[in-house]
């Protein structure tokens, strides 16, 4: 646009021309622009879908330069609910409202503090981009700083495709990294404003009650009908009954997931499935972390998909649509499918329960659960093995105590066993979308439901445990802040701290350790 003749120019075009210029000197674009030839070289881009990234880029960079401009005339700290009402005038969504101001509170632009559950106060710090610190880092510093999810996000958002994400860890390429930050903006891990999700999933403040277990449509406990799924479920097997459902309907084409490793007992590994045979195959819960969402940009000309995921893959998914980074594109996803996660365990942590606690071979365990704070390992012959949840949790990733979310409230359905009676499901219904899908398998004799109020436990426990997960976090914050070290910025606490500044002669931003 700057190389358009003035004198052609629209007048809403010019009134917005300095909000463009603020927005093309954002550290993201810069760097973009500057590494064109490198990201041309890796190949992992097409020339449309540069352009496309910069397009995505420049548009939320506008977005925030408005908010940005509007908050300046603004004297001292504001509540968020009411620069809802006045910062109406722009034109933005109040949802993109509430993530752009927080987004601007995390690059150092706006000042946030918590005022109370499910609100925030804002006042304005600098609009000169000099005067902050760039915080769009390489994940390595997620990574070094033991609160990465393992979800695969960042593989799939890198544009010269130098990350790689396997068994909970980040592997990058230092030599073809442009440090651009697409990686940490896409980040669960990263900065991740739990007021911002809460707005994308509802449009507005969650309740009180809300704040348990997130926003609950309708809850049930069911079961399949499927002879064919029955017998490999990890319980009630919904998520798969949920899955050849859309496939029968036909409005999905492929769904992501987590499969079997071919060679590895209890590895396993990101699947696309195609159809209902490939949904049976995969069929049951595998407790080592699966880094699924690198397969995004695998299925990017599919028409429609769904995702089945842990709550940090849902939190990555919400996280993608309210901060773009253009490289990813989630147009085609119809259904996310959440699951309930207390934790999850490396491969290694896994065999290491099984032959060391159990002693039993990893190759020789048919079936893990679990239940009622016990983890069970059923072995192909013998009596099931137990161990309490206390013991096993030390086994368990480091970076998962850095996770609220117990029962991925960000999806559009949460499904787990914690509520209902054996071999049954507790369904969340948490959107219109996950209604639609889940009243449609029910009337296609694919699903069997009570009302979760007719079962025990019932809602009350996972809530109760829902609840717990996020006080668990909130002493895993404290001990981290109090070690001055790097945890998620979920609850309005201070963001990680910036990378160093960059050393005299320096053509990159560091990475942040």
């Known amino acids: ?106 690059e150092g632009f706006l000042s946030c503090r918590l005022d109370a559950p499910g609100s925030a106060v804002f006042s304005f710090v600098t609009s000169d981009s000099n005067k902050v610190e760039p915080v769009y880092v390489p994940v390595r510093s997620i990574d070094d700083g033991k609160a990465c999810s393992g979800c695969g996000t960042c593989q799939a958002a890198c544009p010269v495709d130098c990350i790689r994400v396997d068994d909970g860890k980040v592997a990058i390429d230092l030599d073809k990294c442009i440090r651009c930050g697409l990686c940490y903006t896409a980040c669960p891990r990263a900065f991740l404003p739990k007021l911002a999700l809460d707005w994308a999933i509802k449009n507005a403040v969650f309740t009180p009650e ?54 590895i007992p209890w590895k396993p590994e990101p699947v696309i499935m195609k159809s209902i045979p490939d949904v049976v195959k995969a069929a049951g819960t595998k407790y080592v972390n699966t880094p699924s969402l690198k397969l995004l940009r695998a299925v990017k000309g599919v028409p429609s998909i769904a995702v089945v995921g842990t709550p940090c893959m849902m939190q990555a998914l919400r996280k993608a649509e309210i901060y773009p980074t253009g490289t990813i594109d989630l147009s085609n996803i119809k259904y996310r499918i959440g699951i309930f996660c207390m934790e999850s365990f490396t491969h290694a942590g896994i065999k290491q329960l099984c032959e060391s606690t159990f002693n039993v071979p990893l190759e ?67 959107t219109a979308a996950g209604k639609q899908l889940f009243d449609a398998a029910v009337q ?39 070690e001055k070290s790097l945890h998620p910025w979920y609850f309005m606490k201070l963001p990680p701290p910036p990378p160093p500044k960059k050393k005299e002669g320096a053509t990159a931003e560091p990475e942040s350790s």
């Open 1 to 106: 646009m700057a190389s358009q003749p003035v004198d052609d120019m629209r007048a809403d075009q010019l009134s917005k021309l300095p909000l463009l210029v603020h927005a093309s000197r954002s550290f993201r674009i810069r760097c973009l622009i500057d590494a064109q030839a490198d990201i041309e070289k890796a190949g992992a881009l097409t020339r449309e879908e540069y352009n496309g990234v910069l397009k995505v880029l420049l548009k939320e960079e506008t977005r925030k330069a408005l908010l940005l401009r509007e908050m300046e005339r603004v004297q001292g700290e504001v509540p968020m609910d009411k620069l809802l009402g006045s910062l109406e005038s722009t034109g933005i969504p109040r949802k993109e409202i509430v993530s752009g101001l927080f987004q601007l509170a995390v």
């Open 364 to 430: 020789q365990v048919k079936k893990m659960n679990i239940k009622e704070g016990q983890f069970f390992a059923n072995p192909v012959t013998g009596d099931p093995k137990s161990a309490s949840m206390k013991d096993v949790t030390k086994l368990a990733r480091l970076s998962c105590h850095c996770c609220y979310d117990l029962t991925s409230e960000m999806a559009d359905i949460s499904v787990g066993s914690i509520g209902s009676p054996e071999g049954w499901n507790s369904v969340i219904i948490r």
């Open 210 to 263: 809300e704040l348990k277990a997130g926003n609950i449509v309708e809850a049930w406990s069911a079961r399949t009908t499927r002879d064919d799924i029955r017998p490999a479920a990890q319980d009630g097997g919904i998520t798969s009954s949920l899955l050849v459902q859309a496939f029968q309907a036909g409005v999905i084409q492929a769904a992501i997931g987590a499969g079997r490793h071919a060679d």
């Open 444 to 482: 296609a004799g694919l699903i069997e439901k009570k009302p979760i109020e007719e079962v025990q436990p019932g809602l009350g426990l996972l809530k109760k445990l829902s609840f717990g997960k996020k006080r668990n976090y909130e002493k895993e914050e404290n001990k981290r802040d109090g």
